[in-house]
């Protein structure tokens, strides 16, 4: 079993720039594909970033695709997902996960939240 857990989150203004941080436990974090989700008041957890074990393939969603950038460091066991040009609707808890394909994603972390104010 993978342990997560999320760090980073905290209050930016519209414009702004945050950093967050996935630790995970074991030694076999590299064979793992890796995702961010986010979950708002009332609405359904969405897809943000995802990467692949050898951090060589990423994937955005639309909302993402040029503001967000996913990364990881397989010696350190860790996924980050650096956000910037923040708005108001990427107000959410922020869910680091794990994947092996052909699976979906199985582990989840206990989320960190993130506030952009206007």
């Known amino acids: 079993q993978v342990q997560l857990v999320e760090s980073g989150g905290g209050l930016v203004q519209a414009g702004g720039s945050l950093r967050l941080s996935c630790a995970a436990s074991?030694?076999?974090?590299?064979?793992?594909?890796m995702g961010w989700f986010r979950q708002a008041p009332g609405k359904e957890r969405e897809f943000v970033a995802t990467?692949?074990?050898?951090?060589?393939?990423?994937s955005y969603s639309e909302s993402a695709k040029g503001r967000f950038t996913i990364s990881r460091d397989n010696s350190k066991y860790t996924v980050s997902l650096q956000m910037n040009s923040l708005k108001p609707e990427d107000t959410a808890v922020y869910y680091c996960?794990?994947?092996?394909?052909?699976?979906?994603?199985?582990?989840w972390g206990q989320g960190t939240q993130v506030t952009v104010s206007s």
């Open positions: 074991g030694r076999t974090f590299s064979d793992y594909h």
């Open positions: 990467i692949n074990w050898s951090g060589t393939v990423t």
């Open positions: 996960a794990t994947r092996r394909p052909p699976a979906g994603y199985e582990f």
